[in-house]
């Protein structure tokens, strides 16, 4: 009886949530990962504190009776012929209504009172005194969703490109658009690629260096390339890409392939390239990847290339990881490592950007039973998340192109390997978003390995990071902060233009590409954000050429090329690169 009354109250919590977990679960597969009731207390804390100001409600008042008259007057001016000077111009990178056919009546009257509107409910959501800055940007990020949905440039009797080429065409557009959407929607609901990405094949045009997969654990393979010189520098590369990722995002086909660009310069590369995890992978947690993703490589690129230190390279969340094994590493006095290299990866993540939009408490919790029913968080809902983040450009521009005007874009290397996805693990991305980017505990000294903490700043390798200036996943200015976190570390950042994919993903002949890169020393003074715009060099190019002559500068004469494994000392080659687990879907 005793144990009764102890264990029923125990039993009946787990089977309450797990009712709740089932059930939160359920709902996330229609709200695609976002938890309605993060949203809904975001919106509240707005509502009731507008509510609650009648200064800015009067300021409100003012703006939209102002705005009213410029409309108006604009109007008036444009049916008279007086004018032609619009009345407010769109933000910086919006391109829906640049053509010309939008500068003319009615559709120039449509665009601007869209416009003003949009100005109007920026107001509306900004600077509401005691609303938490989080759930103010949740909330004005939820009013450009709405308003971005009923822009004019969506409909075809309000968008003059689509009704002049829907009359040319008698129609057509609108059958082959419908054609496009059938076609698209059997693909996802069979989980077939998108149309046009069959002409790209991994181990064939991407993801075609040479190699041998040298180890083969149950979360990665690793991969050596072969040299392509007759001598190399005796330190060997490993890449570490983010598991949110295919590896081969850095050695995407020939010409764009980081790999083959650093082969061809005489290093050594050898990368990590992860496993789609799958339900039987829940458990795998943080420290997991650390010990059998960056320390298992090691101690296989230490028996194949011995007695020489490692230029590791973190990209994304692989670069974070890269920076807790590098912590830990500097805590216990493995000195492995000759250098560090982070591209677009966050320790300190106070800043995240964008993305901060989807992650609190609630929504933590949210994303948690989701994975807790599957094991994992399939990788096209990360897909969705990052497409909500530039609706404009990755989601309604392509309705418009595919849909309304019936058109098709070639798939180009970068959007076949983008819908490419993964998966992430349970525990593991739990473990990510709460200890890392909920709590940031990494930075605040709050992060144990083994039972020990470790300390962002016992990193003293030399370090080269790179930010992309429209980066919407890692800002800048986040990354940046590795000058801050490694003050006993020489630091060299550089900042590229693009985004986080495409701005990594820029080799020497790209021509439009620009950097600007800036060293400190140890010893130096930190300098701001603003203070390295000022101070560094614009420079015409890519990043590429610069980190690899700081990479030059920090290796030893050119030797012989190391053998592809060592059977002998227990690390034969297993297969040919790419390897098996990047073909896994």
């Not at 310069?265 to 789609?276: L, Q």
């Not at 930075?443 to 390798?461: K, L």
């Not at 996943?473 to 020489?490: C, E, F, G, H």
């Not at 090329?561 to 034969?572: C, N, Q, R, V, W």
Request: net charge negative; proline share 6%; charged share 25%.
């Amino acid at each position: 009886m005793v144990y009764s009354l102890i264990t029923e109250p125990q039993e009946r919590e787990r089977h309450a949530n797990t009712a709740d977990r089932l059930a939160t679960a359920a709902l996330g597969r229609f709200t695609m990962g976002l938890s309605p009731a993060a949203l809904s207390l975001s919106v509240m804390d707005w509502a009731i504190h507008l509510a609650a100001h009648p200064g800015k409600q009067r300021a409100l008042a003012d703006q939209a009776v102002r705005s009213l008259f410029r409309y108006q007057t604009y109007a008036v001016s444009r049916l008279t012929g007086t004018c032609s000077e619009p009345c407010i111009q769109p933000a910086p990178g919006d391109k829906r209504f640049a053509a010309e056919q939008w500068q003319q009546l009615p559709y120039d009257l449509l665009h601007q009172a869209f416009l003003l509107q949009q100005e109007w409910w920026d107001a509306a959501t900004r600077n509401v005194r005691g609303v938490k800055t989080d759930n103010e940007n949740v909330v004005n990020f939820l009013s450009r969703q709405a308003l971005d949905l009923y822009s004019p440039a969506n409909y075809i009797a309000t968008n003059p490109e689509i009704l002049e080429q829907t009359l040319r065409e008698g129609g057509a557009n609108l059958a082959r658009g419908c054609a496009n959407a059938l076609e698209d929607a059997e693909r996802t609901i069979s989980g077939r690629a998108p149309v046009g990405a069959e002409k790209w094949r991994v181990g064939e045009n991407l993801a075609c260096s040479p190699g041998k997969v040298v180890y083969r654990n149950r979360i990665m393979e690793l991969i050596q390339y072969e040299p392509n010189t007759k001598t190399v520098y005796p330190e060997p590369i490993l890449i570490v890409p983010a598991w949110i990722m295919k590896y081969y995002i850095l050695d995407l086909r020939p010409g764009k392939s980081l790999v083959e660009y650093l082969v061809e310069k005489g290093h050594t590369v050898f990368a990590i390239s992860w496993k789609n995890p799958g339900a039987e992978d829940r458990d795998l947690g943080m420290d997991n990847y650390r010990r059998e993703g960056i320390m298992d490589a090691l101690d296989a690129i230490s028996a194949i290339v011995p007695e020489r230190p490692v230029h590791p390279v973190g990209y994304c969340l692989g670069g974070t990881l890269l920076m807790l094994a590098a912590a830990t590493m500097a805590r216990d006095g493995d000195q492995r490592f000759a250098s560090m290299t982070l591209l677009a990866a966050q320790a300190d993540f106070s800043e995240p950007g964008e993305l901060e939009l989807f992650i609190d408490e609630s929504q933590v919790t949210f994303l948690e039973d989701m994975m807790w029913e599957k094991g994992y968080l399939d990788g096209k809902m990360m897909a969705g998340a990052f497409q909500l983040l530039r609706s404009n450009d990755l989601i309604y521009s392509r309705l418009i192109h595919d849909y309304l005007m019936g058109q098709r874009s070639d798939v180009i290397d970068l959007m076949a390997w983008n819908a490419d996805t993964t998966r992430l693990p349970y525990r593991m991305h739990s473990e990510y978003l709460r200890r890392l980017f909920l709590n940031n505990d990494f930075v605040e000294d709050r992060y144990d390995v083994g039972g020990q903490p470790i300390h962002v700043g016992d990193i003293q390798v030399p370090t080269f990071a790179v930010g992309t200036e429209k980066d919407h996943i890692a800002p800048w200015r986040s990354v940046y902060k590795i000058n801050r976190s490694l003050p006993r570390a020489d630091v060299t950042f550089a900042l590229t233009a693009g985004g986080h994919n495409a701005g990594i993903v820029t080799p020497p002949d790209h021509p439009r590409r620009t950097y600007r890169v800036l060293a400190r020393q140890a010893a130096d003074p930190y300098l701001s954000p603003d203070l390295f715009l000022s101070q560094s060099e614009q420079k015409k190019g890519s990043w590429w050429q610069e980190w690899e002559t700081w990479l030059r500068e920090r290796s030893s004469a050119r030797v012989a090329p190391p053998s592809l494994g060592d059977m002998a000392a227990g690390y034969p080659a297993l297969a040919d690169a790419p390897g098996t687990y990047v073909l896994q879907k």
